[in-house]
C-alpha cells in the first residue's frame, strides 16, 4: 500500500486504541490521518514528511500512547487481531474475574476483562476482548473444574460488522 508519510504503531493497551483520536487532537496532530491495521497496530497518516519526522523525534510525546513506532515501509508486522468472545455456561458462582480471565487468556491476551456488575440485565454470558494471533474464529469448550464438579464452558468469538 502506497503510504508516502506514514508511521506504523503499536499501541500500549485497547483503551488508548479507542481515544487515539482524541489524544492526537489534545496534542495539536489533528490532521493525522488514522488507519486501523489489526490488533493493536495503526498506520499514522502525516500530510509532510517533515511533520511525520518531527513526530518520530518527540519519542517522549508519543511514548504515552504507543509501545513502538517507526516509518512505514511496507514491512511485516506481526500478526495479530481483536477478538470479543462471549463466555457461556459458567455458573453464576464461579463469575469471577480471576476465573474468567483465565478461560479468556486460553485463546490469546485478555485486553479487556468482563463487567461484571449489578447493572448487568443478562447473567447467561459475559463478554471479553482478546488479543490473539491466529485467524480462525474461537468457537471451542473450556472445562473448569469446581468442587470436584466439571462444568463444560462455552467460548464463542462474536461476529463484528
Not at 492526537?24 to 490521518?33: A, D, E, P, R, T
Not at 459458567?90 to 485463546?107: A, M, N, Q, S, T
Not at 463478554?127 to 467460548?155: P, Q, S
Request: overall charge negative; some cysteine.
Amino acid at each position: 500500500m502506497g503510504v508516502g508519510c506514514g508511521l506504523v504503531g503499536r499501541v500500549s493497551d485497547l483503551k488508548k486504541l479507542a481515544k487515539l483520536r482524541v489524544w492526537l487532537h489534545l496534542i495539536g496532530q489533528s490532521k493525522v490521518g488514522i488507519r486501523y491495521i489489526g490488533g493493536l497496530w495503526v498506520l499514522l497518516v502525516f500530510d509532510s514528511s517533515v511533520c511525520m519526522d518531527e513526530f518520530l523525534r518527540a519519542r517522549e510525546v508519543w511514548k504515552v500512547c504507543f509501545n513502538s513506532l517507526e516509518k512505514w515501509e511496507a514491512q511485516l508486522l506481526p500478526k495479530e487481531r481483536l477478538a470479543w468472545v462471549k463466555i457461556l455456561g459458567l455458573p453464576l458462582c464461579l463469575y469471577d474475574r480471576g476465573i474468567l480471565d483465565d478461560i479468556g487468556g486460553k485463546f490469546g491476551a485478555v485486553v479487556q476483562s468482563a463487567e461484571i456488575d449489578e447493572s448487568v440485565a443478562d447473567l447467561s454470558y459475559v463478554l471479553l476482548g482478546i488479543l490473539c494471533d491466529h485467524e480462525g474464529r474461537i468457537n471451542d469448550t473450556v472445562t473448569v473444574k469446581w468442587k470436584e464438579v466439571n462444568f463444560f464452558v462455552l467460548v464463542e468469538e462474536e461476529m463484528g460488522d
